[in-house]
DNA sequence: CGAACACTTGACAGCCCTCAACGTGAGTGG
DNA sequence: CCACTCACGTTGAGGGCTGTCAAGTGTTCG
């Protein structure tokens, strides 16, 4: 059974991660890099600093949040992978996304005051969290923020369109592995050696495929020199040749 | 061969719609009702009556945007249907949405300088311009209005779902119909006698369903009584059932 | 009237899901 | 240290849905 316990409501603050402090931002936080790159001051961060906390470690199986649970914050990985997904009345879960350091969950909670998925981390994480209403109202002062949330929202639209097409079994499996291993590498981590975070179901539940299929597209990707796989432990061989599979799926990004 | 008119840059000012005027939001805008409905006060709505421009009429065929075209404005739909689609470097057309009076089209142009996609009119359309620079410019003043962009934009992450799994031809059939009879009466028309005012290729094309599939399910659904179709006149004539078809789909909405 | 196009109908095959059984590793308790 | 358990993952057989290919029908428009 998956651990009960919901972080996100609940903050301990006097639990606080060691590469960001009162005065410097997480080198990978998604908005540090963003209001930066897009020449937001000094002092315009500082207040964007100030309305962050930081959550965690949440351990394997915490829920961030849940269904239902009042929207009031989004937040930044820092640390770990957080799935969402969302249940549905046959009780069959469907994967919304994983969420890798350096991005944002919450979002879609925007349209309307409680949030429409879960959210649970599947290793240890660490979170950045913002309240949403003190957020939307320096928004309303700093048009660098209010274009950036745009820009995150907008992004999001566009990110569905991975599953949206009617492609083969292969074609999916590539293109979550590229797009994976672009996600990781764009925080600076190897993009060629990385852990599979999640469980077989859960990548299976994400691409709309079944386990068994999942195992089986690994198995034959392997047999044929694009990658190694040993349990949860990804090895990338061939880039070119995966990155050729999933292009269909991938043309736009 | 489609009409390369190029509707949305060169706008006609000189032609005005007839129940919107100076001084009178279109009874179906998509912003007047949510601003309204949001207690958007008088002088607010009269600020943003200042952004829009009248656009039409465009004809079918006509283009109201192009992918690569600079991103200046969203739009209302006032009246007609536009359809939304990308061409992949295959050459294969991706059909992205349809929208029908009171939706908004051109959001997903946020995240970049241009569209990322193609807006053609399917029949003739009437539209209400807004300049994005403006109107953010006006949401950073107006704390209703930017919250309404931020539905707005987080809706649409919702609406892709219909999309993202992995439903049967029915299903998806049934939930296509189902969504568009809603939409339709949402604004005040039928919600049992409709037109499809696109072609069976299209909506296989948004369904990722072969049209010969579209074909087969439109008459399977009619011999077993739950409507009845004509060429593009479509009667509804059982929504329960046809609903129960869609509910897995749509469960969400 | 002819041509182009949209749509329909039929035959067939392939991909992937389902069902079932088995293998494997991690954690637990004796 | 070992046996046990359980979840996770793998492997195999079979069938159904839907895409592809092909041909035919109907409609619109020049």
């Known amino acids: 059974m998956v ?22 931002f997480c080198s990978t936080c998604a908005f540090s890099q963003a209001c930066m790159a897009q020449g937001m001051d000094k002092a315009s ?13 949440l351990h394997a199986g915490d829920h961030v949040f849940r269904v239902g649970d009042p929207f009031e914050a989004i937040a930044a990985v820092r640390a770990g992978t957080v799935k969402t997904y969302i249940i549905d009345p046959g009780g069959r879960e ?36 913002f309240s949403f209403p003190k957020i939307s109202v320096l928004a309303g002062r700093l048009p660098g923020l209010q274009q950036h ?5 907008s992004r999001d639209i566009g990110r569905a369109a ?34 599979l975070t999640m469980a077989r179901t859960d990548i299976a539940n994400y691409l709309r495929l079944a386990p068994e299929t999942v195992s089986r597209v690994l198995k034959r990707f392997q047999s044929e020199g694009l990658l190694h796989v040993d349990r949860r432990e990804l090895e990338i ?12 799926v991938l043309w736009k990004q």
Chains 1, 2 share one sequence.
């Not at 991005?103 to 240890?124: F, K, M, Q, R, S």
């Not at 949330?149 to 929202?153: A, S, T, V």
């Not at 949206?164 to 764009?186: C, H």
Request: hydrophobic share 50%; with cysteine.
């Open 149 to 153: 949330l745009f820009r995150l929202l």
């Open 45 to 57: 961060l500082g207040e964007l600093h100030m309305l962050v906390e930081h959550v965690g470690p």
């Open 237 to 248: 061989l061939d880039q070119g040749r995966l990155g050729a599979l999933a292009a269909p």
């Open 94 to 129: 469907h994967v919304l996304g994983f969420h890798f350091p350096g991005e944002v969950i919450g979002l879609d909670g925007i349209d309307g005051d409680t949030y429409p998925c879960n959210a649970v981390a599947l290793d240890t994480v660490m979170l950045c969290r």
């Open 162 to 195: 991975l599953l949206a097409g009617d492609w083969t079994a292969d074609e999916r499996m590539a293109a979550f592995l590229v797009m994976m291993s672009r996600r990781l590498a764009a925080r600076g981590f190897s993009a060629d050696r990385f852990q």
């Open 3 to 24: 651990n009960d316990k919901v972080a996100f409501p609940r903050v301990d603050p006097s639990i606080l991660a060691d590469d960001g402090d009162e005065f410097h």
